[in-house]
């Protein structure tokens, strides 16, 4: 099938992918850093707290700036853009950025004012343990009450960040169908550095104690929670440049009557309970967590196994939807073309080779990642084998999510909105389900319910996918499975190399010191990722010749 003009002119080139990934991964670093910073000073029980408290602003992040609200906004905003032009675009912002803001202003009010209930309603198994000391693995003089009043104010601390998030993501889609899409990327990482920064500074300045011995409390916690806030504004601050550089202005406008805000109200409620999967899924295992032993740690060991997910899940399933998205829902306007189609199935080829062999090198060496990363401070031996079995569930599901992050929004560019709905909803009672049977009844530990995560995002992908090829008359599966079945050939080189590694240049692992970790580590993934892209340049995995001419190119070589 020769390839429609329409998706080569805007098709999810690797080009445009490869920037940003770049910003992504430059994001993704710091935010390893800033969980180092955490876990080292913190300690896997504190940083567990920490984790609880910043749990429901995020996943309120997630499901209505970053996912929803973003998602249903990009599409009409694109469509508009199109249809109309620039300036009834612009209008349509403002009036999304006045509602935003004083909505989720309420919903910030609504979280502190009732954060002592929620913290609670949230770690439930916190309070049913308290009789149990033997289990909670509590550090000297603390109690589990005195763990959620800290949690609790923490929480309180941190709720306003959502109403800034909100405002940073419209300001982000509005980017993106600008076709500029480096620094909203790479925005991601001054909310890092704000994190680690302004907390450093924040809990210097209120808590005299810190500044003597570094030592962690209950005040130098808090100017953590508030360096959160500045990287949030960090976040923002930095893409208003752009903004105006692409020609918006800023400005109230409360005409909310309007049938583009309506547009995107219409698209967004579906959206939220669609994106409300993965996220409810998250937030079932840290209420399942609460009910096995280690509580507090065992959030911040699902809480890292999921942090190394979003590594690569944000340099390639994040970076392929955000080029994506825009795209499609300019191709959208025409039907169902097989320019559509075209552009969705590459972009879920281009996804699959780019995640599956990270998706085996983070099974493979997980157990090395973490204790690289990771293991200093505070964040023990035993701290990474705890993480290592959730590591590996969240290999299994970053294939999945990658792809998920393709084709949901796929949905709404046709007008198709209940259907990621419908599959959420299932995937939630499926999750559910599967947990309370891992936990109460076979007493499985944490592990278990990052493979309940997994399974999930498995079924999730798997539906829609069946969902999308019926809508749009087939998505190129032939062309997908065979592509798949090259790139499968291709890990199973890199995962040689990763054994080999196992029997020689890793073999004395815990014996060696940090910068012979650090230098047989790097090799090993290097080697396993040369011995990747040739096996796959060998195989004639397309997405490999064109990864490789856009590097040859850079270089001033042919690949």
Known sequence: MSEDPKVKETGPRAKTTGVVSIAILCSRVLGLIRDQVLTGMFGSFFNGLFTAAFRTPNMLRDLFAEGALSTAFVTTFS?????????????????????????????????????????????????IKTTEPKTNHLPDGWTLERATELTVHLSQVMYPFIAVVSITALVMGMLNSKKVFFIPAVASAFFNLGCIIGGLIAAWIIDPSFRETWVVTEKSLTGFAIG??????????????????????????FKWKDQGVRDVLHLMWPSVIAASGTQVAVLLNSLFASCTSGQGSNLTWLGIAQRLQQLPLGLFGV????????????????????????????????????????????????????????????????????????????????VFYACIKVVQPAFYTIGRRFVPMLVSLGIIVFTATVNSITVFVLKWDHTALAWATAVGLALNFTTLYVCMRKYAGGLETRQLSVSLLRVGGAVAVMAGVCVLAHYSILAGWKEAGFTIRLASLSTTIAASGAAYFAAARFLKVEEAREFLSLLGRRFGRKP
């Open 79 to 127: 469509k508009k853009m199109k249809t109309e032009n620039d300036e009834a675009a612009w209008a349509l912002a403002r009036k999304m950025l006045t509602l935003s803001l004083c909505f989720m202003t309420l919903v910030a009010m609504a979280g502190v004012a009732l954060a002592p209930w929620l913290v609670r309603l949230l770690n439930f198994g916190w309070t």
């Open 228 to 253: 959160t806030l500045i990287g949030g504004v960090m976040q923002l601050a930095v893409q208003i440049p752009s903004l105006k550089k692409v020609g918006f202005t800023f400005g109230f406008d």
């Open 319 to 398: 970076a392929v939807a955000t080029v994506t998205l825009p795209m499609l829902s300019r191709l959208a306007t025409d039907g169902m073309t097989p320019a559509f189609r075209q552009a969705l199935a590459k972009g879920l080829r281009l996804v699959l080779f780019l995640t599956v062999p990270s998706a085996a090198g983070m099974a493979l060496l997980g157990n090395e990642i973490v204790s690289l990363i990771f293991e200093r401070g505070k964040f023990t031996e035993y701290d990474v084998q705890q993480t290592t079995g959730p590591l590996q569930a969240a290999a299994f599901g970053l």
